[in-house]
């Protein structure tokens, strides 16, 4: 894990990106109040993570923005899609919708089409399976199971809670045992078993 550490951030800092790690529990989001663990901002030039908590549970995180600084500094064709496709979906949804009792939106009144959604999936799930092949490689001590859970978790966040409700979901749903527990665990699912979940799922959601 050190040995990684210390090259990911050398790599970071070669190429002029400020690393923060934050003490704090979670980053909050001074627009809009919103809650997160970690992000590569391209146009600040940054990686911040908060490192607040135990590091079993941030080093996934770094390595999961990390990868996001691998994605743009190689200019992926799935990074390259994805930078509009956000920021129209980030315009259009307010976090303030975030909870119970959404209602489901469609066509134009969405603000974003079903190809944004797509490309971000895309361009997270590239990132994702980025992760794994480091925490392989490395050798990287965490609960490999628990990430791809919490991975594929998180594509059906835009495949249902985005796309469909145009909403961002609820953010203890990432620890409701019992959603997370009906997630596959051995590798990221194929984009399309993300938009062909059972009610039983979609329920989480709402
Ligand atoms: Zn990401």
């Known amino acids: 894990m050190e040995s990684f550490l210390v090259c990911s951030i050398g790599r970071l800092l070669r190429k002029n990106i400020s690393v923060v790690f934050s003490g704090k529990k979670f980053l909050v989001d001074p627009e809009n109040g919103a809650k997160y663990g970690g992000e590569f901002d391209e146009f600040d ?16 995180v770094y390595i999961h923005e990390y990868c996001h600084f691998l994605q743009f500094s190689a200019k992926t064709k799935a990074w390259l899609n994805s930078s509009e496709s956000l920021q129209r979906i980030f315009e259009n949804i307010s976090v303030k919708t975030q909870g119970r009792g959404h209602t489901e939106t469609k066509g134009s009144k969405r603000g974003f089409t079903k190809k944004d959604v797509l490309n971000v999936m895309r361009m997270e799930m590239e990132a994702e399976r980025l992760v794994l092949k480091i925490i392989d490689e490395h050798k990287i001590e965490t609960d490999r199971d628990k990430y791809v ?3 594929n978790a998180y594509m059906l966040y835009y495949s ?24 596959p665990s051995k590798k990221i699912m194929p984009i399309t078993w993300f938009f062909e979940q059972p009610d039983q799922v979609k329920k989480f959601f709402l």
């Open 149 to 151: 859970k919490g991975a």
């Open 45 to 60: 030039k940054t990686l911040k993570v908060a490192t607040g908590i135990p590091v079993h549970k941030w080093f996934p």
């Open 160 to 183: 249902i809670s985005v796309y469909k409700f145009s909403a961002w979901p609820a953010k203890s749903l990432y620890r409701n045992e019992k959603f997370l527990n009906m997630m």
